[in-house]
């Protein structure tokens, strides 16, 4: 019947090679959409230029409220990619807003840890492992440093008891158990807790880094003793009040998911 019609309409079967039709794969960064990433760095570039709070010892410098994102940055994209978009939205953020970098470069270098710390808790295996080592050796040297000079083990302790806290938890069955909040029914909990663990990672490695650039005398480790928690928990309060409904949001629209995204 077919061959009816074309005579009675004067067709002729197409001739030639087979045409494909390919659809390219969307341009991915560590298994992140590029436009993800692009995004998320102007939100951090963005929040850059606003400072959080004021670092004593350091000549008035401070540092940025774009900290209180960089755990959900690593969960939304994943480890890898998570720390290459921060990396570059601090990278911006220290052009265009010095005063929130104390370290220059350094401090977009430091901000890394972050999303890394929140990405591979989110991710199955031991590849938090990595990123733990590396802020307990940042913290032992830090420590360490400050008891050569006049700083003596009790006040260190004492001011630094948020950031032994932080990798406490992080080893700790709690990390298992703040992921499974994160994903069930206690989403506020769970981040919280990711978010508390990840931002003390920055503050521990900023924080050895400004103190064999700068330093600061027992006095200031005093005042510091009672603001470093508060601190950490207003970041931790501001992370998790933005995250949980950006997560929420991202879990009701049918957007691509990143490769390694925690949610």
Known sequence: MSDAIER???LKPPTGPRREVRIHGQATIAGAPVAYVAMLA???????????SI???TGGGTFPLSEALFALVGVVLGPSAGAVTVLVGRLI??????????????SACCAVIGPLASG??????????????????????YVGRALTLD?????ALVTTAANWLALLLWVSPLRVLAVHWFRGPRLVTGLALITYIATTAVNTVNATVEYFRVGWPAEVWVVLAPLIPLE????TAVGTFIGVGVIRGLR?????KAREAGY
């Open 151 to 155: 700083v003596s083990l009790r006040l």
């Open 120 to 141: 591979t808790m989110c991710r199955p295996g031991k590849r938090w492992i990595a990123p733990w080592i590396f802020c307990t050796l940042c913290y032992a040297v």
């Open 42 to 52: 102007a939100v951090v570039a963005g929040l850059s230029l606003v400072p959080f």
């Open 252 to 256: 009701q629209v049918n957007l691509v």
């Open 8 to 10: 009675e309409n004067d």
């Open 93 to 106: 953020g220290v052009g265009f807003a010095p005063h929130t970098a104390g370290s220059g470069v350094l």
């Open 232 to 235: 950490r928990l207003a970041l």
């Open 55 to 57: 670092v004593l010892g």
